[in-house]
């Protein structure tokens, strides 16, 4: 049986992860946390397995409570899930000693077979998280581009969706796709949704609606 501590700080999320996680006979979530000093505490006294961790909570952010909980239970491994997919909050998490990086996107099936590999000491990285780490290796960094994730909500948006449409589909929450806007108006430089999609446009990172560069 692989022991599990949940952290997020959104009760709907953990309750519908707790029941994809607990559909296999061999997982089980021993504790769920809503915040990092919470799962800390939960770390220390059940010492489990893995630390199923969200990146960013209220009061600690992940690579914080990453080096904490390896540190006060060295067997307990660390799998970040998350929204976010920037090269900054990959490697901040991996250089914290994470054992794996995987986006909340992930399916029922893979996220079991993720944390298996977690907690047997192997690292589990997504598609995103691996070119990352292949970026730094070689000394690049797409830092100030969009990431997948961005240029997906940003498509949407250019097909006319609206945030609950675009939560729906990418099955995710209204605010986390507000956050998505958030990063994207910082890094494209603009004020709102239509400026971002023209400017987008404009750089060539999503298509033109009308075909014109």
Known sequence: MISIVMADDHPMIREGIRSMIERY??????????GGAQALELVERLQPDVLLLDLR???MDGPEVTREARRISP???VLILTTYDTDRDILAAIEAGAG????KDIEPAKLAEAIR????GRTVLDQRAAEAVANRMRG????EGLSGQEERVLSLAAGGKTNRQIARILNLGETTVKTYFSRIFAKLGVADRTSAVVEAMRRGIIPSRDGQA
Do not use: F
Request: no cysteine.
């Open 117 to 120: 590999a977690t907690a047997g």
């Open 100 to 103: 794996g990086y995987v986006l």
């Open 75 to 77: 067997r307990t491994r």
């Open 57 to 59: 909570m209220p009061d």
């Open 25 to 34: 006979a061999n997982l089980k979530v021993l504790g769920e946390a809503s």
């Open 140 to 143: 690049e960094s797409r830092e």
